[in-house]
């Protein structure tokens, strides 16, 4: 990254999803779905189901996961899966490469942020352990605003970083990502390493589907600016 000519900048503020797209949390969070509902004798919904509601908040990835279920029985659920991941989180770490590239783009005086499913309880736990929470401006999660695909998130890290949503680049590995971002106004890049195959997530408009980190941090290079 370079960061000697701002002036040329197309975004000044680039906000992440968490689950899926920094974190490498994808297949135990489907685990911790399944055998909530194990724990409880509900019908297990199967892995690309369970996939599919990553990124929303805890009680509607929970409702669509598992439609069957009685609402009555959600709060058990939503206790048993808390229970699970948990017992998890200490165990994930953060996609191979992340790290370094936030870093990067923190270093090239670029606003950073994150837009997610999560708790705020969870998120602040999960930025305290992996010791990156100085990496971001601001962060906003599904229980403190509105959950994706409703904008809020990006309107409110727009309105408190004071950069106009043209100048923001949202980056998800969900449709729920990408559909935030269409509904805010906002550019977004769809990465295929997370929860949602490539095939869903041309469902949505994004400008470009990356594969890994390193295809991410090339793309990043050669379109957060714009030609001198």
Not at 178 to 185: K, S, T
Not at 191 to 209: C, D, I, M, N, R
Request: hydrophobic share 40%; aromatic share 6%.
């Amino acid at each position: 990254m370079n960061s000697a000519n701002h002036s040329n900048r197309r975004y000044d503020l680039i906000v992440w999803d968490w689950d899926g797209t920094i974190m490498d949390s994808t297949p135990t969070i489907v685990h911790c779905i399944q055998q909530s509902c194990r724990d409880l004798g509900f019908k297990v919904p199967d892995d690309a189901l369970a996939s599919s509601v990553i990124g929303l908040g805890i009680h509607d990835s929970l409702r669509r996961a598992v439609p069957w279920v009685d609402p009555a029985h959600f709060q058990k659920l939503t206790d048993r899966f808390r229970f699970h991941y948990l017992v998890k989180d200490h165990e994930l770490d953060l996609f191979v490469g992340i790290r370094e590239l936030l870093e990067s783009l923190r270093a090239d005086k670029y606003l950073l942020g994150v837009a997610t499913g999560k708790s705020r309880v969870g998120l602040d736990r999960s930025l305290k352990h992996h010791q990156i929470g100085h990496l971001f401006h601001e962060t906003r999660t599904a229980d403190e605003s509105f959950s994706k695909p409703h904008p809020g998130m990006l309107l409110e890290l727009s309105d408190v970083t004071q950069v106009p949503t043209r100048r923001i680049l949202m980056i998800g590995d969900t449709t729920h990502d990408l559909d935030m971002a269409a509904n805010a106004g906002v550019d977004a890049v769809a990465v295929t390493y997370g929860a949602h195959p490539p095939e869903t997530l041309k469902e949505s408009p994004s400008l470009a589907h990356v594969d890994n980190v390193t295809q991410l941090s090339h793309w990043l290079k050669e379109n957060l600016t714009t030609p001198a």
